[in-house]
């Protein structure tokens, strides 16, 4: 798989292993057909993950980690290779990296709400409880490393849609040079599109010098905007 994109990478995955349901599946299989060659992709990851104990579930729930299993060593090796080549595509920007975090499953459950944010912080930045006002609700997290910078993406749903909310640690990012910059409540948002995503809509933005992504399908991009100005009180 190493000529795929890495979403597309991530896609196969997700859906070899069931970690997808509903609209998101639906998403994925439609990309999948416009991937050339993709069953044949999808069933060479299909017999990994049958390997390794993980059979696709007819009606998965939001991704979560599974119990790690004993597998052949050629299963664990075909594994490896995955994982490696998942990690190893450096190519795009920081920023465009993290929005394409958006794309992979959620690897722990989301964090607690504690009033208007969550409980998981990136370098004192906290993540929005969205559920209370707006009805996205987290379902989801994961932790990742762009360029030695450590990441935090918390998932959201809303009615069949998924967001990603993506913190980087550290100073901030450059933002993308063709990114139309909107300001909302004293927040300037850089947003843009990105069709490789299906067309995903991007917004980068800063909180206390750190730089967030938000990344993912909405109806109307005035949607993301609110979303990404909002704060707690």
């Known amino acids: 798989m190493s000529g795929l994109r890495k979403r597309d990478q991530a896609l196969l995955v997700q859906l070899a292993d069931g970690t997808l349901s509903g609209v998101s599946r639906a998403r994925a299989e439609a990309r999948l057909r416009a991937i050339p060659d993709g069953e044949r992709l999808l069933e060479r990851q299909r017999r990994v993950a049958r390997a390794l104990g993980s059979e696709p579930a007819l009606h998965a729930e939001p991704a979560r980690r599974r ?15 995955l994982l490696f080549t998942l990690a190893g595509d450096d190519s795009g920007t920081p920023v465009e990296r993290a929005a394409g975090l958006s794309q992979l499953a959620a690897a722990e459950p989301a964090p607690e709400a504690s009033g208007d944010v969550l409980r998981a ?7 929005p409880n969205w559920g209370r006002e ?10 990742d490393s762009i360029d030695g910078r450590d990441t935090t993406t918390v998932f959201y749903e809303h009615e ?12 901030a990012l450059e933002r993308p040079e063709d990114a ?11 947003l843009y599109r990105d069709p ?8 980068v933005f800063e909180r206390d010098g750190r ?15 609110e979303l990404a100005a909002w704060k707690s009180a």
């Open 67 to 81: 119990a790690p299993v004993l597998a052949s060593a050629g299963a664990l090796a075909a594994t490896v290779v």
């Open 121 to 127: 912080s990136v370098d004192g930045v906290r993540f």
């Open 134 to 143: 707006f009805g996205w609700h987290a379902n989801g997290l994961r932790h």
């Open 160 to 171: 069949g849609h998924r967001l990603a909310y993506t913190i980087v640690s550290g100073p």
């Open 180 to 190: 139309q910059v909107i300001e909302r409540d004293g927040l300037e948002i850089a």
């Open 196 to 203: 490789g995503h299906g067309g995903h809509d991007v917004a």
């Open 211 to 225: 730089t967030c992504v938000v990344a993912g399908h909405v109806l109307r991009l005035s949607t993301l905007l």
